[in-house]
């Protein structure tokens, strides 16, 4: 199940013994953790690392009586013991023997960032016999909607704009929930607003390379260096950064040789391998170029690939020059024609 249906039973029916979780939204786990404590009336949790501590720290935690009565809630991180990744040893062998046997009246949390378990291991089966969740990105309207239970749950007073804006720019609910702790300390006690977002949130890479591929598709030389800088600073590789030009070039040249009537721009769509939007926003912009335009910038990028894998020619130089081309190519055609 996922992570949001296992909280959600959380409150419904009594914890169980053991729970796995894996995933990439290690801020999940987190959360996850933080609702077994609540509910279970745990008083704090006994954290480990699988890599670094193995599984003896852990089990001598889950079996020790507590001179006070506390009840254990354990959370080992990093259980690779799960995943392909991992070796068998005592470790494994002891948390397989664990899952055949847990201490009554304790709850041990597993967590792994893994897209998947390894079902052939046979300590996997074991662990299979409990409650296994998955710790995955979200579909917006769920994540929106968790998003705004836990501003709520913290008494973080956000607007449901700054949430949207905030997801669009992170699209990790890892990210966002640490987002969301930062802006509350900058905001203090007045509400956080869109404004706030976008003033102190870093947008997404993906988002910056969209930006900078339009810029230079509407032939915003200045805009497009600029945004070019931008990405260098992020780390952004150029020669990536040619290729994701090249094929939104060769996107505008299927809607310019095939969007004529004949084809509605879902079957270009299909047609290229490409998501509907993103052939949308091709044939928009293909409107500022000549079909030779196009067939000449895409073999000037392939004949710059080529020289700077050979060492010809400087990366960041080519993609440089390379912008100006498609730029120059868009910006002196101030209407369509007909091809």
């Not at 004949?262 to 509907?276: F, N």
């Amino acid at each position: 199940m996922d992570v949001f249906q296992a909280m959600d039973e959380l409150e419904a029916n009594r914890l169980a013994s053991v729970y796995v979780l894996y995933g990439s939204e290690i801020g999940l786990v987190d959360l996850f953790c933080d609702r077994v404590k609540h509910i279970g009336g745990f008083t704090s949790i006994a954290r480990f690392d699988f890599e670094e501590d193995g599984f003896e720290q852990a089990r001598l935690e889950l079996d020790t009586l507590s001179f006070f009565s506390e009840k254990a809630l354990v959370h080992v991180r990093n259980c690779v013991a799960l995943t392909s990744q991992g070796k068998s040893g005592s470790d494994a062998e002891a948390l397989e023997a664990y899952f055949e046997n847990p201490a009554p009246g304790r709850v041990l949390v597993l967590s792994t960032v893994a897209d998947k378990l390894d079902e052939r291991k046979r300590i996997t089966k074991a662990a299979k016999r409990h409650v296994v969740v998955q710790c995955t990105k979200p579909k917006e309207p769920e994540a929106l909607r968790r998003l705004k239970r836990f501003a709520n749950e913290r008494g973080m007073n956000i607007t449901e704009e700054a949430i949207h804006e905030l997801w669009r720019r992170v699209g990790s609910m890892t990210h966002c929930m640490n987002e969301m702790e930062k802006l509350s300390v900058y905001a203090l006690d007045r509400r956080i607003e869109r404004a706030d977002v976008e003033q102190l949130v870093a947008r997404s890479v993906e988002d910056s390379v969209f930006d900078w591929i339009d810029c230079v598709a509407q032939g915003q030389i200045a805009a497009a260096l600029t945004s070019l800088q931008g990405l260098a600073r992020q780390g952004y590789d150029p020669l990536a950064l040619m290729a994701l030009l090249a094929r939104q070039i060769r996107m505008m040249g299927l809607a310019k040789t095939h969007g004529d009537g004949r084809e509605t721009l879902d079957q270009l769509a299909k047609r290229g391998s490409v998501h509907p939007f993103a052939m949308r926003v091709a044939a928009k912009q293909a409107q500022r170029f000549a079909l030779r335009d196009l067939e000449m910038l895409t073999r000037r990028i392939a004949d710059s690939e080529y020289d700077v894998k050979r060492g010809r020619r400087d990366p960041q130089q080519a993609l440089e020059t390379i912008l100006m081309q498609a730029a120059l190519a868009a910006s002196t055609r101030s209407s369509p024609r007909v091809q």
